[in-house]
């Protein structure tokens, strides 16, 4: 079985200051990897992915995020968040070609 | 191609009434999932169609939840008989065979049950 928590509803940060999204997994089969970003009444756009290669994973918009497994953590960070940085952040886990479990999500809000 | 598209947009419906959502995944992916998201949740896995296998319905919610997908192209969701506690986005994604697994997602149908 998969399980996702992401730590924080929501979060806010200052534009420029560093963004941090919390995610730990559990999972009991090598894990599949996924941060998806949902913009206000719009689907979800791919951000990152870890598939078992570099355990440091760059995605669009300057985000990444580090894959620790003796901490089965998978954390969103950025360095400098952006007013457009502002959306809802959904962690998610797969065993592959299984469907995707999803985090709660993280609201992140930027302050200007 | 053109990314995963999804159809009606919105749709009301009253209590009791069936309702039909569409899916149009990219061209040549062989896997298909429907999820739904109520307000404020994450996402629940619903059905999950790959290839000519039987579908995943692990994540039905009741009996009045059922989808159809024709070969690797078009899926239809069928909500029988709704109830106010379906009001949700439902979305679908897609996947290609090979790759590194990810899913890309529609931008979903907005369901809502008066």
């Known amino acids: 079985a998969q399980s996702v928590t992401q730590l924080g509803s929501h979060v806010s940060v200052s534009e420029g200051a560093l963004v941090l999204l919390r995610c730990n997994y559990s999972?009991?089969?090598?894990?599949?990897l996924f941060w998806y970003v949902q913009y206000p009444n719009q689907g979800l756009q791919l951000l990152l992915k870890?598939?078992?290669?570099?355990?440091l994973v760059k995605g669009i918009n300057g985000f990444e995020a580090e894959f620790k497994k003796s901490e089965t953590s998978f954390h969103l960070t950025k360095p400098s968040a952006h007013m457009s940085d502002a959306a809802e952040y959904f962690c998610?886990?797969?065993?592959?070609?299984?469907?995707?479990?999803f985090g709660k999500g993280t609201r992140l809000s930027v302050i200007a | 191609g053109a990314g995963v598209s999804q159809s009606p947009s919105n749709k009301v419906t009253e209590k009791g009434k069936d309702v039909e959502l569409r899916c149009d995944p990219i061209?040549?992916?062989?896997?298909l999932y429907w999820y739904r998201q109520r307000l404020g949740q994450g996402l629940e896995f619903l059905i999950y169609?790959?290839?000519?296998?039987?579908?995943?319905k692990s994540g039905l919610p009741s009996d009045r939840f059922s989808a159809e997908r024709t070969g690797e192209s078009v899926s239809t969701l069928t909500i029988q008989r709704t109830q106010q506690e379906d009001s949700a986005v439902y979305l679908c994604?897609?996947?290609?065979?090979?790759?590194?697994?990810?899913?890309?997602f529609g931008p979903g149908t907005r369901l809502t049950v008066t």
């Open positions: 994604a897609s996947r290609s065979a090979g790759g590194t697994y990810e899913q890309y």
């Open positions: 999972s009991s089969v090598p894990p599949y």
């Open positions: 870890y598939t078992s290669a570099a355990t």
């Open positions: 998610a886990v797969s065993a592959g070609n299984t469907p995707l479990v």
């Open positions: 061209s040549g992916h062989t896997a």
């Open positions: 169609f790959q290839g000519n296998s039987a579908p995943d």
